[in-house]
C-alpha cells in the first residue's frame, strides 16, 4: 500500500491500462505536454506516451466525444476528458444519443468501449458554467454506465474497470477529491461495477451519498457519535449499474435513510434511490426517507453564496437528527 | 481518366440496384406495412454507387438519416436490409433500428443516424483509429447540404484537417434541407467552398453521374490512404421524392423540378449511357443485370415480409453488453 492522491491514483490506473493494451489513448483539451489536464490528471503521460496517445484536441467537445465514439467502434479504446462536467452540454448527442444507443439501435452489432472523463462538483468559487453536479441527467440515459469514485482507494481500481468495460463509461470525478489521500493497494485491483462499499458501520440510520459528501457524512459520523448516534454510510461508488441491495440491506438494519449530493434537488440521483427504496423497502422504513442537497437554483459565484448552496456538515447533521 | 470496363459495369450495376431496392421499399409503403418513416435515396443514386465503388472493402462509410443508398452500394444484404424496415427479427438491427439506423458493420457501415450532422465526429473517430491502427484503411463520410450548417461540420473538418485523417467527406447536396433551400442558408454559392477555411481541397462533382462522382473519390480515397489528408466532395444531386414519408415536395419550383427529373438526368439514364457508349455492356448484359437485380430484390422484400416480429420482450435486449 502506498498513500497517495485520488489525483495520482486515477493516474496510475490509467497509466497501467495504457502500459497493458496498446489501443487505450486519451484525448480532450489541454490534457498533453503543455499543461497535463486542467487538474493535472494525465500530467506526464503525454511524455511517457508520446502525444499521439496523449492526444490534445481543439476546444470542440462535440467532435472529442464523437471522436471517441468512432474509434471505439473500430478497435480502439478512447478515454476522453472533457475539462469540466458541464461542457458536456456541448457533447450530449455524442454521449446521449450516439455512444449510450448504438449498441440497442444496431441490435448488437457494435460495442463503444468508450470512457468519458470529466469532473464534477463546485466549492471552487468558479460558477455557474464550471460548478455543477449533473451525474442524473446520463442516470436517466439507457446504455451509459456511471462510476462515481470518491477516494482515492476507488478510483484506481475503477477507471481500470471502466477501460475495459464493452460500454460506454461517463466516469464522473469531483474536483474537491483530487487532493484527498488514501492508502492505494500497489498490485494490480480491480473494482466490479455494480458494488458499493460500506465506508463506515453503523445501526440508527443509513446515509448513502457521493463525492465530497462522503467526505463531510463521515466527519458528521464521527461527531454524531459522541451524541450516541451510529450512522452506516455507504458509497454506491457506480450509478449505473447501481448496488441496490447493499442499500437496501442497510435500511432494513437501520430503518432510516438519509441520502446527500451536491446535486440540485429536484430530480437528482437522490430521487431515484428514494423512489427504489420505498419501493423495496418501505415496511422497514421507521420515518420519512431525508434528502440534502443543493438548492434548485444555478450554482453562484460569491463565497457566501456557493457556501449557502452546497450542502455542509450542520445540515447534514441536521438531516440526521431529524429522523433519529 | 481511364476508367476499366468491369468498373464501369460496376457503377451501373450499383446505381441500379439501389434504384431497385428504393423502388421495392416505395411499394412496400404503399402496402403500408412499413413502420414509421422513410427517407427514400430515390434520385441520389449515383453519390453512393460512385462513391463505394471507389472504396475496398475494408473502408468503412458512416452513413446519414437518408442511408439506404449507402448500405446497399457498400455491399449490404439486401434481406437483412429490408427485414429491418419491416421491423423483422431477421432485420440487420433485429429491428430496433429501422430506416433511419439501417447498418451493417459487417460490410464496413459505421452507422446511419437519425441526428444530422452527428455523423462527421464519429467519421472523425474512425478515421483516427485507421491512422493509430496504421491501416491503409479510410473512412467516407457521407451527409447532407443541411448538416454543413452544423456545428459538427466545423468541428470536425477542422479536426480531420490537423491531424491528416485518411477521411472523405461527400456533402450530398440535394438542394433542400427538409423544407429550407440551401440558398436560404448558406451565404456561398457551393457548400465545397466552406472547406477552404480549414485547408481541405474540395470540388463539385455532378451526383447524378456516378462515374464523376467515382473519379473524384478515387482521387481522394487515394491522397487519404497515401497520409495527404482529407478531401472534401460536394456532389450535387436531387431527391426524387420528398424529404420523407408523406412530403410531396410542393415547396420546389417546377422548372428546378423538371429539370433534376427529367429523363436526361436520371442517375440510371446517365451512366447507363455512359457504360454503353464506351462499349463496357451491351444493352442486353444490361438487361440481365437488371433481371438479376429484380429478382435478388423481390426475393429480399419475400424473406422480409414472411420473417417472424421480434417478441416483444426483446425490447430489453442489447442495452449493455450483459444485462445489468
Not at chain 2, 440551401?182 to 456516378?210: F, H, L
Not at chain 2, 422480409?304 to 444485462?323: G, M, R
Request: glycine content about 8%; some cysteine.
Amino acid at each position: 500500500m502506498t498513500e497517495m492522491t485520488y489525483r495520482d491514483a486515477l493516474k496510475a490506473g490509467i497509466r497501467e491500462e495504457m502500459l497493458r493494451d496498446e489501443r487505450v489513448f486519451l484525448l480532450g483539451e489541454d490534457i498533453a505536454l503543455n499543461w497535463g489536464g486542467a487538474f493535472k490528471v494525465t500530467k506526464g503521460l503525454a511524455e511517457e506516451f508520446g502525444e499521439e496517445r496523449v492526444r490534445d484536441t481543439p476546444i470542440s467537445e462535440n467532435t472529442i466525444a464523437g471522436a471517441a465514439v468512432g474509434a471505439a467502434i473500430t478497435g480502439m479504446k478512447p478515454v476522453a476528458e472533457i475539462m469540466f462536467g458541464d461542457l458536456i452540454a456541448l457533447a450530449m448527442d455524442q454521449v446521449c444519443n450516439q455512444a449510450a444507443k448504438m449498441r440497442y439501435m444496431f441490435g448488437g452489432q457494435t460495442s463503444v468501449p468508450l470512457v468519458l472523463r470529466t469532473p464534477f462538483g463546485g466549492g471552487k468559487n468558479i460558477a455557474s458554467h464550471h460548478s455543477q453536479s449533473l451525474e442524473a441527467w446520463f442516470m436517466h440515459t439507457p446504455g451509459l454506465k456511471i462510476a462515481v469514485p470518491a477516494f482515492a482507494s476507488d478510483v484506481k481500481g475503477l477507471i481500470k474497470t471502466a477501460i475495459r468495460d464493452p460500454d460506454p463509461v461517463l466516469f464522473a470525478e469531483h474536483k474537491l477529491v483530487y487532493d484527498k489521500k488514501e492508502e492505494v493497494p500497489d498490485d494490480e485491483y480491480l473494482i466490479p461495477f455494480g458494488q458499493a462499499k460500506i465506508r463506515r458501520e453503523g445501526a440508527d440510520v443509513t446515509l448513502w451519498g457521493t463525492f465530497i459528501m462522503l467526505h463531510k457524512a463521515l466527519e458528521v459520523a464521527n461527531e454524531l457519535e459522541k451524541e450516541g448516534i451510529s450512522v452506516e454510510i455507504i458509497d454506491p461508488r457506480t450509478l449505473v449499474p447501481l448496488d441496490t441491495k447493499t442499500l437496501i440491506d442497510s435500511v432494513k438494519k437501520t430503518g432510516r435513510l438519509v441520502l446527500v449530493t451536491e446535486e440540485t434537488k429536484t430530480g437528482a440521483t437522490t430521487a431515484e434511490v428514494a423512489a427504489i427504496v420505498q419501493e423495496e423497502a418501505f415496511d422497514w422504513l421507521d420515518a420519512p426517507i431525508k434528502r440534502v442537497n443543493a438548492p434548485d437554483t444555478p450554482v453562484p459565484f460569491s463565497p457566501p453564496l456557493e457556501d449557502y448552496f452546497i450542502p455542509d456538515n450542520k445540515r447534514i447533521a441536521q438531516a440526521i437528527r431529524d429522523i433519529v | 481518366m481511364a476508367v476499366e470496363k468491369k468498373i464501369l459495369k460496376e457503377l451501373y450495376t450499383r446505381t441500379l440496384k439501389i434504384r431497385l431496392f428504393e423502388e421495392k421499399v416505395w411499394d412496400l409503403f404503399g402496402e403500408n406495412i412499413v413502420p414509421g418513416t422513410l427517407h427514400l435515396y430515390l434520385g441520389q443514386e449515383g453519390v453512393a454507387a460512385g462513391v463505394t465503388t471507389a472504396l475496398k472493402d475494408s473502408d468503412w462509410i458512416q452513413s446519414s438519416h437518408r442511408g439506404h443508398g449507402h448500405v446497399i452500394a457498400k455491399g449490404a444484404d439486401m434481406n437483412a436490409a429490408l427485414a429491418e424496415l419491416l421491423g423483422k427479427k431477421t432485420g440487420s438491427c433485429k429491428g430496433k433500428g429501422g430506416s433511419m439506423h439501417i447498418t451493417q458493420f459487417n460490410v464496413g457501415v459505421l452507422g446511419a443516424t437519425g441526428v444530422v450532422a452527428s455523423g462527421l465526429p464519429i467519421a472523425v473517430g474512425a478515421a483516427l483509429s485507421c491512422q493509430m491502427r496504421k491501416t491503409d484503411d479510410v473512412v467516407v463520410c457521407f451527409f447532407g447540404d443541411g448538416a454543413s450548417n452544423n456545428g459538427t461540420f466545423g468541428e470536425s473538418l477542422n479536426m480531420s484537417a490537423i491531424w491528416k485523417l485518411p477521411l472523405v467527406w461527400i456533402v450530398e447536396n440535394n438542394f433542400y434541407a427538409m423544407g429550407t433551400p440551401i440558398k436560404m442558408t448558406c451565404p456561398s454559392a457551393t457548400v465545397a467552398q466552406r472547406a477552404e477555411g480549414y485547408c481541405i481541397p474540395s470540388q463539385v462533382v455532378d451526383g447524378n453521374n456516378a462515374l464523376a462522382v467515382y473519379e473524384a473519390t478515387v482521387e481522394a480515397v487515394k491522397t487519404a490512404r497515401e497520409g495527404g489528408g482529407p478531401t472534401l466532395i460536394e456532389c450535387q444531386t436531387y431527391r426524387m421524392k420528398g424529404h420523407s414519408r408523406f412530403d410531396p415536395a410542393k415547396y420546389r419550383p417546377q422548372e428546378e423540378a423538371d429539370y433534376w427529373l427529367s429523363p436526361e438526368k436520371d442517375a440510371v439514364h446517365v451512366i447507363k449511357k455512359i457504360v454503353l457508349e464506351q462499349g463496357a455492356m451491351t444493352e442486353k448484359e444490361a438487361e440481365k443485370i437488371r433481371s438479376t437485380l429484380q429478382k435478388e430484390v423481390d426475393k429480399a422484400a419475400e424473406f422480409a415480409k414472411k420473417s417472424e416480429q421480434p417478441a416483444p420482450e426483446e425490447t430489453l435486449d442489447d442495452v449493455y453488453a450483459e444485462a445489468i
